[in-house]
């Protein structure tokens, strides 16, 4: 594992500006903190980061409401730590916790996993048959990675033969370090992917091939290893100016870039991918590349019983089921008492926790308007931050959001397109804690 040295000084000081950003955000979003009579039934569908902060805040919102969430999975996953986990940076246990230790005791956990969803009926069934009726639902499920759509893939190749895939999960990650890290020492060929359809946080990609290649670089050595970073798109990010600057540094480093690409299968045995690739005359065609190590982020899609549920666009992301909504108060176009917030949001942007932050307080002030009969006033805007790691100890605090615009939080202290220590430390320190007030809807 890597050493940070020369940092301690200031990380006080850093800790610090984080912790009084922490505080005036959480006065501000808790201006309208008076408690409101009513004794509505509202259903959360998932325990992630954006359902398990939209309970806690509707509960210190709300007196009287009957507040359940759904969601079958025992442990919480703190998602942000799992390109650290990959990187050998944490061990797994960093980005687990239970999720019973986020939850007041004023809301009810049915600890069962969402089955299906009737918008007409407003009724929620569990896996195990329990029927809820809602007045108010507020689906946060996340999403659902599509392994099965990469040919000769399975989880149980990762850690072997060179295969990483760190979105699967903390075991699942900390394999990836294991498969990166023996690249890292011997050199060879590294591929790097990311999917054709949207997917949560998608810097995490970018931030595993930098961290790789820098450790790479320090331990095997510049002339033993080769970069390759294969991706559908035709821009590395979305931002076009934080894209230009990702192809600056790539190409500084040695990173090859192959635009249009899209991972179809794996050859384990032979060490070989295979991608369709976008052709100027608008044809496809299919070319293999050999690898050492290769990172591999399937297809990401909104869970079936979202996809089931008749709650998704029909119109866009077809093939990927985000839910229909407003992309201002995320609330659903053709269900007014359904709202949706983190992954699953069919929003152009936003799939981070980040995001989560700004999405949360913007549904509590239009579900608690419903309850008061009004009209909610507040707006998300597309807030999207991404702790861009380009070394270790060095990454770039990009925030933005629909219009593309950067909307740095700390103008005049950190710049979001240069490689900082403290940007570094925004993501290894600071925004864990940030996150877990998150959670507990104090933030």
């Known amino acids: 594992m890597f050493e940070i040295h020369q940092l301690k000084p200031t990380r006080r000081a850093f800790l610090g500006l984080a912790a009084a950003g922490l505080a005036a955000s959480s006065i501000a979003s808790r201006a309208s903190a008076e408690k409101v009579q009513t004794k509505a039934r509202i259903v959360v569908v998932g325990a992630g980061a954006a359902g398990t902060a939209m309970a806690n805040r509707l509960v210190q919102r709300l007196d009287g409401a009957e507040i359940t969430i759904v969601d079958g999975r025992a442990d919480h996953l703190y998602q942000p730590g799992l390109s650290l986990v990959a990187a050998g940076l944490k061990p797994s246990s960093y980005t687990v916790s239970r999720t019973t230790d986020w939850l007041p005791r004023e809301v009810k956990l049915v600890a069962e996993a969402a089955a299906a969803i009737d918008p007409v009926a407003k009724t929620v069934t569990t896996a195990g048959g329990t029927t809820l009726a809602y007045d108010f639902l507020v689906v946060a499920p996340g999403l659902m990675l599509d392994h099965d759509a990469i040919e000769g893939f399975s989880l149980n190749l990762v850690g072997k033969n060179g295969i990483g895939a760190l979105y699967a999960g903390p075991a699942y990650a900390a394999l990836t370090w294991q498969a990166a890290s023996k690249f890292t020492a011997e050199g060879g060929v590294g591929l790097f992917t990311r999917p054709e359809t949207e997917m949560k946080c998608a810097g995490a990609p970018l931030k595993h091939t930098f961290l790789i290649e820098d450790m790479a670089s320090r331990s095997v050595g510049k002339g033993k290893f080769e970069m390759h970073y294969a991706a559908p798109q035709g821009a590395l990010f979305g931002v076009p100016i934080v894209s230009e600057k990702v192809r600056m540094l790539f190409g500084q480093r040695g990173i090859a870039t192959h635009m249009g690409h899209t991972l179809k299968a794996i050859d384990a045995d032979r060490k070989r991918a295979t991608f369709s690739r976008a052709e100027k005359d608008g044809t496809t065609s299919m070319i293999e590349?050999?690898?050492?190590?290769?990172?591999?982020?399937?297809?990401?899609?909104?869970?079936?019983?979202?996809?089931?549920?008749?709650?998704?666009?029909?119109d866009k992301w077809t093939d990927q089921g985000w839910v229909e909504v407003d992309q201002k108060t995320l609330r659903h176009l053709r269900y007014p008492e359904i709202f949706a917030i983190g992954d699953v949001a069919g929003v152009p942007k936003g799939k981070t926790a980040a995001s989560v932050k700004w999405q949360v307080p913007v549904v509590e002030d239009y579900l608690v308007a419903?309850?008061?009969?009004?009209?909610?006033?507040?707006?998300?805007?597309?807030?999207t931050s991404c702790p861009l790691i380009t070394r270790v100890g060095r990454a770039m605090l990009v925030e933005f959001d629909y219009n593309n615009n950067l909307v740095p939080s700390f103008p005049g202290i950190i710049a979001p397109l240069e490689e900082l220590w403290i940007s570094w430390l925004m993501k290894e320190v600071a925004l864990k804690a940030t996150y877990n007030a998150m959670l507990r809807g104090k933030a």
């Not at 690898?291 to 019983?305: C, E, K, L, T, W």
């Not at 996809?307 to 029909?314: D, E, F, H, M, Y």
């Not at 419903?370 to 807030?383: N, W």
């Open 289 to 314: 590349m050999d690898y050492d190590y290769i990172h591999v982020i399937p297809p990401q899609r909104a869970p079936d019983v979202i996809r089931q549920s008749g709650l998704s666009w029909a």
């Open 370 to 383: 419903a309850i008061e009969g009004r009209d909610g006033t507040l707006s998300y805007d597309g807030y």
